[in-house]
């Protein structure tokens, strides 16, 4: 069973750990971005989530407070962590969608808001990628996962 609560560790490692969790966030979003490893948007993502899971290597579920009142997009949230968790995927829950959105640029070709609430990243179509920042988040996650931290909450930081 999938426990998916999360306890916030306290003192100036604890903070320094999770700037530096967070700016490796930045460096594998930066990094998939170009290459085309980016899936956004609920819908979206649980679509490429069904057709090939083991393709992905990271799921982020991204909230603002407004969003917590959101029952159909928490429930949402429930089922995609639901589906990583049985298919191993490493899931973060992501605050600050406005910098997530600096991040991925924000908008579709068009001018159209993305739906950041759900970014998968995934590995390139010629290999299996391998990104020290990528390493770093999968270590975080699993070192969450020991401490029943099964979905650990990162806070980017304003830029």
Request: hydrophobic residues 40%.
């Amino acid at each position: 069973m999938c426990n998916m609560t999360f306890e916030e560790p306290s003192g100036d490692n604890a903070t320094e750990r999770m700037d530096s969790v967070a700016s490796a966030l930045e460096d594998v979003l930066s990094a998939a971005l170009p290459q085309g490893c980016i899936t956004v948007g609920v819908y979206e993502a649980a679509k490429s989530l069904n057709v090939d899971p083991d393709d992905v290597v990271l799921c982020l579920l991204a909230t603002d407070e407004e969003d917590v009142q959101d029952v159909a997009l928490q429930i949402h949230f429930t089922l995609i962590q639901a589906f990583c968790c049985e298919n191993d995927i490493n899931i973060l829950r992501v605050n600050n969608m406005q910098r997530l959105a600096e991040i991925l640029g924000g908008m579709k070709p068009g001018g159209e808001p993305m739906d950041l609430h759900c970014v998968l990243v995934t590995n390139p179509q010629s290999s299996t990628w391998k990104d020290p920042a990528l390493s770093k988040l999968n270590r975080f996650c699993r070192d969450s996962r020991v401490l029943d931290q099964w979905v650990p909450v990162i806070n980017l930081p304003e830029r």
